[in-house]
């Protein structure tokens, strides 16, 4: 039978532990200058040979004679499907002479049981110390990786169907990717320039040396700094956005009037994404907008740009915009397009109405352009954010600081990154401004306030609108017996991302950890396997109204933390928290957190971080409990937004 060569995905599964040095020492009849490597896929595999000290292919092929039947590589059987199945494997006989120690083991191959150096005599790497071959690296990694946790935050790899350890081994770490929460690929590497330059295994370089050596398997700097490490120049954002727009095929203007039709009664929205993709506040108010406009006939329009935008655009860029009608995407439209295909289809009567939920992705003066093309220039435009105001539209200097919006000639914006872009981005909401007849629309009078004080752009008129209201319901009925037998339930709402928050609360399910008085949840569609909480799956921007208000009924959370870095404008999470009985726990900075709180008395605002963390050591946050407090229930009762003051006009 004829032997096949080694496939390329067999060929890399090798790579990940193959000890080149060992293979190269032990077998000295290679013909000179040979690459060890190459020799065993070609030939040393079906002589067999040894590819690793730890694994004797002659014994790993006696235990199971179908596989040198079939001819199958053993090395790659065992990393791939062997070891997973509790096959055992047996030392080379040729790792005692390579090690030429006494104290080696001749017994069943253990992943845990192999995780020293060879002694002094290695080759050593350019780096002082002894040289860490490649199925030590496995090995070592094998015995720590986190494959759980490496699943969740790779979904892309899981997908693949490769395996989770031999990825991370072959490009796993090379991408930044973590083997487990508590180490950090990236720290490691920049703190350790000498085990950058020596190319072995971050991780498996910490296990095996650097971890007797003191070095850190991650900095202690908290997770502001990971979110300033990982920024991009705005200047770089932008061209990522070019070149992503630049690659997306358009279509014609015949294709887009055949989809709009002959439109009557028309609403026209603008944000900066799929608001059926995508899952978020904005993203929720564009569907109740639409279903409150759908009630009384209107067909629905919705233009956002196809691909990712952070920004307003500049007529310069490539800016291909998704065209949505009542829900149905008919495709990627050049804006020039747009125009021209929403003149056809709107030219007979009916009534028109717009709203622009985002500029973000949007050229202001095509968006007047097309919005003239159906004959209105007379709307309103929602403050869900603060894009008016800065480019960073959450007003964070760096992503991590609440800034309050200084003047842009600021010494402040000097040193942030959205500093060079913020005049050009607040010039672009300026021409919107000029150019059409605006309401804005603030979802609480805070957001509304604030924005009035930093800003002056000129808007027809100005109102509040909540995105909704707590409606009184009765008591919660929970036995205060029971309650005051359980521990004090504390729960998160939502995305895990620093934006909102979720570092603090992870840090503080660490230190609360074993602790008896506690319970942390986790409510929301993704978890963090980093974090020692319950996770409970809670879906979002689905015709799941209530669901996380039921999920927080459910599990009678005592509190929930709505801890953001930003001055949020609303707030859906805790709204949903209060109206299903759990106390608010938030910041002074949180925006329209704090006010509400504030006003309602449905929590508490805490002076800072610390204050949240000592409130939780002390035990003085249970007077939250619900056992401690009367606990009121409430409907939420969500407004139609632009739908419902078209009404009111």
């Given at each position: 039978m004829a032997v096949r060569p080694l496939d390329d995905e067999v060929q890399r599964v090798i790579a990940?532990?193959?000890?080149?040095?060992?293979?190269?020492?032990?077998?000295?009849?290679?013909?000179?200058?040979?690459?060890?490597?190459?020799?065993?896929?070609?030939?040393?595999?079906?002589?067999?040979?040894?590819?690793?000290?730890?694994?004797?292919?002659?014994?790993?092929?006696?235990?199971?004679?179908?596989?040198?039947?079939?001819?199958?590589?053993?090395?790659?059987?065992?990393?791939?499907?062997?070891?997973?199945?509790?096959?055992?494997?047996?030392?080379?006989?040729?790792?005692?002479?390579?090690?030429?120690?006494?104290?080696?083991?001749?017994?069943?191959?253990?992943?845990?049981?192999?995780?020293?150096?060879?002694?002094?005599?290695?080759?050593?790497?350019?780096?002082?110390?002894?040289?860490?071959?490649?199925?030590?690296?496995?090995?070592?990694?094998?015995?720590?990786?986190?494959?759980?946790?490496?699943?969740?935050?790779?979904?892309?790899?899981?997908?693949?169907?490769?395996?989770?350890?031999?990825?991370?081994?072959?490009?796993?770490?090379?991408?930044?990717?973590?083997?487990?929460?508590?180490?950090?690929v990236r720290h490691y590497l920049e703190t350790n320039p000498d085990v950058a330059e020596s190319g072995v295994n971050p991780f498996a370089h910490y296990l095996i040396i650097g971890r007797d050596q003191g070095r850190k398997p991650r900095h202690e700097m908290g997770f502001r700094y990971d979110v300033i490490a990982g920024l991009k120049p705005a200047e770089q954002r932008i061209a990522e956005a070019q070149a992503a727009a630049a690659g997306i095929a358009v279509g014609a203007v015949a294709e887009l009037a055949e989809g709009l039709g002959t439109l009557g009664y028309l609403h026209v929205t603008f944000s900066h994404d799929d608001y059926l993709a995508h899952a978020g506040g904005v993203q929720l108010c564009v569907r109740r907008e639409a279903a409150r406009f759908a009630e009384r006939g209107a067909r629905h329009l919705h233009l956002h740009p196809q691909g990712p935008w952070q920004m307003v655009r500049t007529a310069a860029d490539p800016g291909p915009l998704g065209v949505m009608l009542d829900g149905e995407r008919l495709g990627a439209f050049a804006p020039a397009t747009v125009r021209e295909a929403l003149a056809g289809a709107a030219a007979g009567p009916g009534r028109r109405t717009f709203a622009i939920h985002s500029l973000l992705g949007h050229e202001p003066d095509e968006t007047v352009e097309i919005l003239a093309a159906a004959g209105m220039t007379q709307g309103f435009f929602w403050l869900h954010d603060f894009a008016s105001l800065c480019a960073g539209f959450h007003l964070l200097r760096n992503d991590v600081a609440d800034c309050a919006a200084p003047p842009p000639a600021s010494a402040a914006c000097a040193v942030c990154v959205y500093g060079p872009v913020r005049a050009r981005h607040m010039n672009a909401h300026r021409r919107l401004f000029e150019q059409l007849s605006l309401t804005v629309v603030a979802p609480a009078q805070t957001t509304l306030d604030f924005w009035r004080s930093h800003g002056d752009l000129p808007a027809r008129r100005a109102v509040v609108l909540p995105h909704a209201q707590l409606t009184p319901r009765g008591p919660a009925r929970t036995s205060p017996r029971r309650l005051a037998h359980r521990r004090f339930r504390l729960g998160f709402l939502g995305v895990p991302t620093p934006l909102k928050g979720w570092p603090l609360f992870r840090e503080l399910a660490e230190r609360l950890a074993g602790d008896p008085r506690y319970e942390l949840h986790h409510l929301g569609v993704r978890r963090d396997p980093a974090a020692p909480v319950a996770f409970h799956a809670v879906g979002a921007n689905t015709g799941e109204a209530r669901a996380m208000q039921e999920a927080v009924e459910g599990l009678e959370l005592d509190a929930a933390l709505i801890w953001p870095l930003c001055r949020e404008t609303f707030s859906f999470t805790a709204y949903e928290a209060a109206a299903a009985g759990a106390a608010v726990i938030t910041g002074p900075d949180s925006g329209n957190v704090a006010a509400f709180v504030t006003a309602t008395g449905l929590g508490r605002v805490l002076a800072d971080e610390a204050a949240l963390m000592e409130a939780f050591a002390s035990g003085e946050i249970l007077a939250l409990?619900?056992?401690?407090?009367?606990?009121?229930?409430?409907?939420?009762?969500?407004?139609?937004?632009?739908?419902?003051?078209?009404?009111a006009a």
């Open positions: 990940t532990a193959f000890d080149p040095d060992f293979y190269s020492t032990v077998y000295d009849d290679l013909p000179l200058g040979a690459n060890p490597f190459r020799h065993y896929l070609d030939h040393g595999w079906r002589e067999p040979r040894d590819p690793a000290p730890w694994f004797s292919s002659q014994l790993y092929l006696a235990d199971d004679p179908e596989l040198e039947r079939r001819q199958v590589e053993p090395f790659s059987h065992f990393l791939t499907v062997g070891r997973y199945e509790g096959r055992e494997v047996r030392p080379s006989r040729h790792a005692v002479a390579y090690f030429s120690v006494v104290d080696w083991r001749p017994e069943p191959f253990r992943f845990e049981a192999f995780g020293t150096l060879p002694p002094q005599g290695a080759v050593r790497t350019a780096a002082e110390g002894p040289r860490i071959s490649k199925a030590q690296e496995r090995v070592a990694v094998a015995a720590r990786f986190d494959a759980t946790f490496y699943d969740a935050v790779n979904p892309d790899v899981g997908a693949s169907g490769m395996d989770l350890l031999a990825h991370f081994l072959i490009t796993g770490w090379l991408e930044g990717r973590d083997p487990t929460p508590w180490f950090s409990a619900r056992s401690r407090r009367d606990v009121a229930l409430y409907d939420l009762n969500y407004s139609g937004l632009s739908g419902e003051l078209t009404d």
